[in-house]
Antibody, heavy 117, light 111 residues
Framework: EVQLVESGGGLVKPGGSLRLSCAAS????????MTWVRQAPGKGLEWVSS????????YYVDSLEGRFTISRDNAKNSLFLQLNSLRAEDTAVYYC??????????WGQGTLVTVSS | NFMLTQPHSVSESPGKTITISCTRS????????IQWYQQRPGSVPTIVIY?????PSEVPDRFSGSIDRSSNSASLIISGLKTEDEADYYC??????????FGGGTKLTVL
């Protein structure tokens, strides 16, 4: 079964850090671009970052101001998102998704990040 | 960068047809493919239309997509509305810098 499972979310104080993980199974992880999308409570979807299959190409939404870092470990079928200098407005469910021909075709269930003092 | 603007909500009765628009603020709507995602309450998004008008095999043919260069917009059309179609719908596209953009989402209510 093709599956993505996120972990690492939780409650963190403003200015803090978290590392999100996404474990992939059921497909050849190293062949796909992967991406992170977030959704604030009651709000819409926001693309956050993408990384190509070999990590050669990395992209971020402009608004992050360099606070987040995407990475992957193809040997461990894992995708990561390092979140630094967190702000209240970063509170959201963070989804990882597989990108196939420009389509976000497989999504994980998401992990909730709450930034609050 | 550009924005994709959708109506906040649309409502219609079962059996009817609705159209959800998605207007690109700058750049050619035909320049990059448009995708449409459905997100039912409490669920993760799923693709319903890709590459402007292509439908995954598992999506009913009641769903269709189109683009209109004259209005620089895309449309998701759902015919024969069913209560199960009640969801949020998001359009998505990319720019020449490989950044993806989602529309703000449209809440479909099937009365």
């Amino acid at each position: 079964e093709v599956q993505l499972v996120e972990s690492g979310g939780g409650l963190v104080k403003p200015g803090g850090s978290l590392r999100l993980s996404c474990a992939a199974s059921g497909f050849t992880f190293s062949s796909y671009t992967m991406t992170w999308v977030r959704q604030a409570p009651g709000k819409g979807l926001e693309w956050v970052s993408s990384i190509s299959s070999s990590s050669n190409y990395i992209y971020y939404v402009d608004s992050l101001e360099g606070r987040f870092t995407i990475s992957r470990d193809n040997a461990k079928n894992s995708l990561f998102l390092q979140l630094n200098s967190l702000r209240a407005e970063d509170t959201a469910v963070y989804y990882c998704a597989r990108v196939s021909a420009g389509v976000f075709d497989i999504w994980g269930q998401g992990t909730l990040v709450t930034v609050s003092s | 960068n550009f924005m994709l603007t959708q109506p906040h909500s649309v409502s219609e009765s079962p059996g009817k047809t609705i159209t959800i628009s998605c207007t690109r603020s700058s750049g050619d709507i035909a320049g990059n493919p448009i995708q449409w995602y459905q997100q039912r309450p409490g669920s993760v998004p799923t693709i319903v239309i890709y590459e402007d008008n292509q439908r995954p095999s598992e999506v009913p043919d009641r769903f269709s997509g189109s683009i209109d260069r004259s209005s620089n917009s895309a449309s998701l059309i759902i015919s024969g509305l069913k209560t199960e179609d009640e969801a949020d719908y998001y359009c998505q596209s990319s720019d020449r810098f490989n950044h993806w953009v989602f529309g703000g989402g449209t809440k479909l209510t099937v009365l």
